[in-house]
């Protein structure tokens, strides 16, 4: 009796830790602002075998975009979020690729910032980029981390042309109202001071 009683909460436990890790998660990719509903209901397929739990999950997804999208009307004024847009759709017309939740780790943002590089007519100096877990660090109000570096061939000169990218990308941020900070190591991430999360889905920034 005990020991069913042991299996019988352990499983509980386990459904429990499950639910609520998979509701974070949905919480997570639906204020991101990347993820639509078809994203959210692909990966959950893939995430569980429990076919009332999955019910349930997309049922909530389906309140938190409804939720989101009532959050979002009333962003009348420019975010943080827009302003970080508009700098890197300007980083990618002076050069650098640029990208905005590039993978979910490290290797898969430098990963996808070759891949963009690769598609492009004339080769990028470099590129800056964050990734799925900066994504989720942003969302949850602990600023983000930018990398960065240079598509440079020539070892000796790829640190400076990584630092003068570094400094390109804080100088551009500041320009469009972002607050950026480097240590001037290439080494080190570029940083972005702690913000409220707005990313855009539905409206057009003003």
Same mark, same amino acid.
């Given at each position: 009796?005990?020991?069913?009683?042991?299996? &019988?909460?352990?499983?509980?436990?386990?459904?429990?830790?499950?639910?609520?890790?998979?509701?974070?998660?949905?919480?997570?990719?639906?204020?991101?602002?990347?993820?639509?509903?078809?994203?959210?209901?692909?990966?959950?397929?893939?995430?569980? &075998?429990? !076919?009332?739990?999955?019910?349930?999950?997309?049922?909530?997804? !389906?309140?938190?975009?409804?939720?989101?999208?009532?959050?979002?009307? &009333?962003?009348?004024?420019?975010?943080?979020?827009?302003?970080?847009?508009?700098?890197?759709?300007?980083?990618?017309?002076?050069?650098?690729?640029?990208?905005?939740?590039?993978?979910?780790?490290?290797?898969? +943002?430098?990963?996808?910032?070759? !891949?963009?590089?690769?598609?492009?007519?004339?080769?990028?100096?470099?590129?800056?980029?964050?990734?799925?877990?900066?994504?989720?660090?942003?969302?949850?109000?602990?600023?983000?981390?930018?990398?960065?570096?240079?598509? !440079?061939?020539?070892?000796?000169?790829?640190?400076?042309?990584?630092?003068?990218?570094?400094?390109?990308?804080?100088?551009?941020?500041?320009?469009?109202?972002?607050?950026?900070?480097?240590? +001037?190591?290439?080494?080190?991430?570029?940083?972005?001071?702690?913000?409220?999360?707005?990313?855009?889905?539905? &409206?057009?920034?003003?």
């Amino acid at each position: 009796m005990h020991d069913d009683d042991d299996e &019988t909460n352990d499983g509980t436990d386990e459904s429990a830790m499950e639910r609520a890790f998979l509701r974070e998660q949905i919480e997570l990719a639906v204020l991101g602002g990347f993820d639509d509903e078809y994203d959210i209901e692909d990966w959950l397929e893939d995430e569980t &075998t429990d !076919e009332d739990l999955l019910e349930e999950l997309k049922a909530y997804a !389906e309140e938190l975009f409804r939720q989101e999208r009532a959050r979002e009307d &009333t962003w009348l004024t420019s975010t943080v979020n827009d302003a970080i847009d508009q700098a890197f759709e300007e980083l990618n017309e002076r050069g650098l690729v640029a990208l905005q939740n590039a993978g979910f780790t490290m290797s898969d +943002g430098w990963t996808d910032a070759l !891949e963009a590089a690769s598609e492009l007519p004339d080769k990028p100096r470099g590129a800056v980029f964050y990734h799925g877990q900066d994504l989720e660090s942003g969302v949850q109000g602990d600023g983000l981390m930018l990398a960065f570096g240079a598509f !440079e061939d020539d070892d000796t000169k790829s640190e400076a042309a990584s630092a003068a990218i570094a400094r390109e990308v804080c100088d551009t941020l500041t320009a469009h109202g972002v607050e950026a900070k480097w240590d +001037g190591s290439v080494h080190s991430r570029i940083e972005i001071a702690p913000f409220p999360w707005r990313k855009r889905r539905w &409206t057009d920034a003003p």
